[in-house]
């Protein structure tokens, strides 16, 4: 998105990737296309939607963060323990 409104390029023809940062491999196995082949405009419209408003609500000091009260129950079924750094945290 930003290199596409930085540059100018349209975004079909950009190929973005997810990144398994979690893994302790890094080559191109850790990199996971966004969306599969027959992917419409209409797929990246509601990803730059989701992520516009992640944003807004991270950086809206309005909205008060904490993290999960009971990290015990929560962070270990959670997808984000390895970017939240709580994989340590056990039921
Ligand atoms: S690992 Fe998940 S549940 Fe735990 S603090 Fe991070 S986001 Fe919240």
Same mark, same amino acid.
């Given at each position: 998105?930003?290199? /596409?409104?930085?540059?100018? !390029?349209? #975004?079909?023809?950009?190929?973005?990737?997810?990144?398994?940062?979690?893994? /302790?491999? #890094?080559?191109?196995?850790?990199?996971?296309?966004?969306?599969?082949?027959?992917?419409?405009?209409? %797929?990246?419209?509601?990803?730059?939607?989701?992520?516009?408003?992640?944003?807004?609500? #991270?950086?809206?000091? =309005?909205?008060?963060?904490? /993290? =999960?009260?009971?990290? !015990?129950? =929560?962070?270990?079924?959670?997808?984000?323990?390895? #970017?939240?750094?709580? %994989?340590?945290?056990? !039921?």
């Amino acid at each position: 998105m930003l290199y /596409s409104e930085y540059t100018g !390029k349209a #975004i079909r023809g950009l190929n973005a990737m997810f990144l398994l940062l979690g893994r /302790s491999l #890094i080559n191109r196995e850790i990199e996971l296309p966004l969306f599969d082949e027959n992917a419409g405009v209409e %797929q990246y419209g509601l990803l730059k939607d989701l992520l516009l408003r992640l944003l807004a609500e #991270i950086t809206d000091p =309005a909205v008060p963060f904490t /993290s =999960a009260p009971d990290r !015990k129950e =929560a962070c270990p079924v959670c997808s984000y323990r390895y #970017i939240c750094g709580t %994989q340590w945290v056990v !039921k």
